[in-house]
């Protein structure tokens, strides 16, 4: 019986993460049409149909729906279920990470700005500062609260991916984004610097083998750009649940 109640809170918890991420999709989708994403129902972007409450079962309603409007039959993007799903596997990984704690709703909220991060500059090569200051906040919040890492540890992670960042873009215009600096400076206080320098490191190297792919394929020239922040919430997310055991990895490889 305690085996059939755990699968029951897991799904729960799937579930929980899931319906945030839902509202999630309708901030993606707002914050760069400048579109307020607090009043308003969800509507069918082609017919302008309002969502029926029990059209808004995440993940699932797109399925049964077969990825299509009840209404108008219009097409809709298998972004919006995969979104919610990474909302749901999110959430069952923050609580096998941190257990039913404060720090697994501090990591989930972080994660969940960092989804609209890394879409928001996918689509539009912007990064808007107020997702910079939601990160800001959740870090301040999580560090009065007395979340680790210790206060030490977040300001020198304020720094220490971001004024590097800054500098090199003084030298070579255009290297990094001013976005993603401020990014890299907010998440530093949350993460804390040897959480955030194993982010960038992992952003780095998988953004750098994307690029090399973009010119090998000829998708893009030398002079244009992508959009760098997927890749540093990415190694953010990455580095939040495995960043200590990558680290000990790494460390180790240097005791013989
Ligand atoms: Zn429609």
Redesign the pocket.
């Known amino acids: 019986m305690i085996y059939i109640a755990e699968v029951f809170l897991y799904l729960l918890v799937f579930m929980a993460g899931a319906g945030i991420f839902s509202f999630l999709n309708v901030v993606i989708y707002r914050l760069p049409r400048k579109i307020s994403f607090v009043t308003g129902r969800s509507h069918?972007p082609?017919?302008d149909?309002t969502l029926r409450w029990y059209d808004m079962v995440p993940v699932f309603n797109w399925f049964y729906l077969r990825g299509k409007?009840r209404?108008?039959g219009?097409h809709i993007s298998f972004r919006y279920p995969a979104v919610e799903a990474l909302g749901g596997v999110l959430a069952l990984l923050c609580v096998y990470r941190f257990g039913m704690e404060a720090e697994a709703f501090a990591a989930f909220a972080f994660l969940g700005v960092l989804t609209v991060v890394a879409f928001v500059d996918a689509d539009t090569m912007e990064i808007p500062n107020g997702l910079v200051i939601g990160i800001l906040i959740i870090a301040v919040v999580a560090g009065i609260c007395a979340l680790a890492p210790a206060w030490k540890d977040r300001l020198i992670g304020l720094v220490c991916v971001s004024v590097p960042m800054l500098l090199i873009t003084l030298a070579i215009p255009g290297a990094f984004g001013g976005g993603d600096i401020k990014l890299m400076a907010a998440a530093g206080l949350f993460l804390g610097w040897k959480l955030c320098l194993v982010a960038t490191f992992l952003a780095i190297l998988t953004g750098g083998l994307y690029g090399i792919w973009l010119l090998a394929t000829r998708k893009k020239g030398k002079k244009e750009h992508f959009a760098f922040g997927p890749f540093l919430c990415v190694g953010m997310a990455v580095a939040l649940f495995w960043g200590e055991q990558l680290l000990e990895w790494y460390l180790g490889l240097y005791h013989f």
């Open positions: 069918c082609a017919c149909a409007c209404d108008c219009a």
